[in-house]
């Protein structure tokens, strides 16, 4: 099978703090990958797709300063949320992908953030 | 732009009940369509898709057929398990092969 993992499972910091949030395909080379986000009871929204080695191309509203997005090897990709304030509470689920078109979405489990 | 809606939650059946999530789009061109489960603390899973209209993806037992004149691809599944309590997501895949979802049905099935 194709597994993504996701490191932390879940975080708790403070307003002000950055958090790391690691995306890893165990199993396969990942070219692309994908960050999404999740609030209660709605849908997968993307944030950014990154191909390995290239800067990552971030969704219409999405902050790149603050959602910073590093693809530096082909089964590694990580967000970090710098700054954090509690309107960044949120699920944030990565997927990954063999190549750059035609290729299924394999999904990470998600990591829940809360920023108090 | 492109947007997925699909029938809210939650969703309670009987085990061997027959089920039906709604789930309509709106896009430009000729999207293809997935549905995908989440298992409780697991990822995404893809369930079935569909590319082209008129399609039927079919995956353990649920099937959903690609409606371009209702632009609608329903999943359906003729007699539920326990074991299919899950999230189940509509979605669609445009040229770009960007992902656009629906906000998720949550099912349960009481044995």
């Known amino acids: 099978g194709a597994v993504v993992s996701q490191h932390p499972s879940r975080v708790i910091c403070k307003s002000g703090t950055s958090v790391k949030i690691e995306c890893r395909s165990l199993?396969?080379?990942?070219?692309?990958m994908f960050w999404y986000r999740q609030f209660p009871k709605q849908s997968l929204m993307l944030m950014a797709t990154s191909n390995e080695g290239s800067k990552a191309t971030y969704e219409q509203g999405v902050e790149k300063d603050k959602f910073l997005i590093n693809h530096a090897s082909l089964t590694l990709s990580t967000l970090t949320v710098t700054s954090a304030h509690p309107e960044d509470s949120s699920f944030y689920i990565c997927?990954?992908?063999?190549?750059?078109?035609?290729?299924?979405?394999?999904f990470g489990p998600g990591t829940r953030l809360t920023v108090t | 732009g492109n947007s997925v809606t699909q029938m809210e939650g939650p969703v309670t059946l009987s085990e061997e009940a027959f089920l039906t999530i709604n789930c309509t789009y709106t896009?430009?061109?000729?999207?293809?369509l997935f549905w995908y489960v989440q298992y409780p603390g697991e990822g995404l899973q893809l369930l079935l898709k569909a590319t082209k209209a008129d399609d039927k993806g079919s995956n353990k037992g649920f099937e959903a057929t690609y409606r371009k004149e209702t632009t609608s691809f329903h999943l359906e599944k003729g007699s539920v398990q326990v074991s299919d309590s899950a999230v189940y997501f509509c979605?669609?895949?445009?040229?770009?092969?960007?992902?656009?979802f629906g906000t998720g049905t949550r099912l349960t099935i009481i044995p």
């Open positions: 896009a430009t061109g000729y999207p293809s």
């Open positions: 199993d396969f080379q990942a070219t692309t």
């Open positions: 997927s990954a992908r063999r190549g750059t078109s035609g290729y299924e979405q394999y």
């Open positions: 979605a669609l895949s445009d040229r770009n092969e960007k992902l656009t």
